[in-house]
């Protein structure tokens, strides 16, 4: 069975950092792109950005770029999201996810909260 499992979430101050990470099992990890989104309360999901099955290319949303970093460990089957420099705005559920041929799969979330 598909599993994506997230972890690292957590409170941090305005300008400090969190790692994420993403555990995938029941799929050929290293054969599929994987990404992360986020969600506030009352928003639609957005996409955060991808990575692809390599780890070779990495794409950002516009309000993340340079700050955070996606890679991943197609040996540990698990994908990353570094953030840096955070943002209150950067409150929310992260979420990874990954299309494959039967369906979208996405994992739990967990929260990430900014605030001093």
């Known amino acids: 069975q598909v599993q994506l499992v997230e972890s690292g979430g957590g409170a941090v101050q305005p300008g400090g950092s969190l790692r994420l990470s993403c555990a995938a099992s029941g799929f050929t990890f290293s054969n599929y792109a994987m990404s992360w989104y986020r969600q506030v309360p009352g928003k639609e999901r957005e996409l955060v950005g991808t990575?692809?099955?390599?780890?070779?290319?990495?794409s950002y949303a516009n309000s993340v770029k340079g700050r955070f970093t996606i890679s991943r460990d197609n040996v540990k089957n698990t994908v990353y999201l570094q953030m840096n420099s955070l943002k209150p705005e950067d409150t929310g559920v992260y979420y990874c996810?990954?299309?494959?041929?039967?369906?979208?799969?996405w994992g739990q979330g967990t929260q990430v909260t900014v605030s001093s």
């Open positions: 996810k990954t299309y494959l041929q039967s369906g979208d799969y």
């Open positions: 990575t692809t099955k390599t780890g070779s290319s990495t």
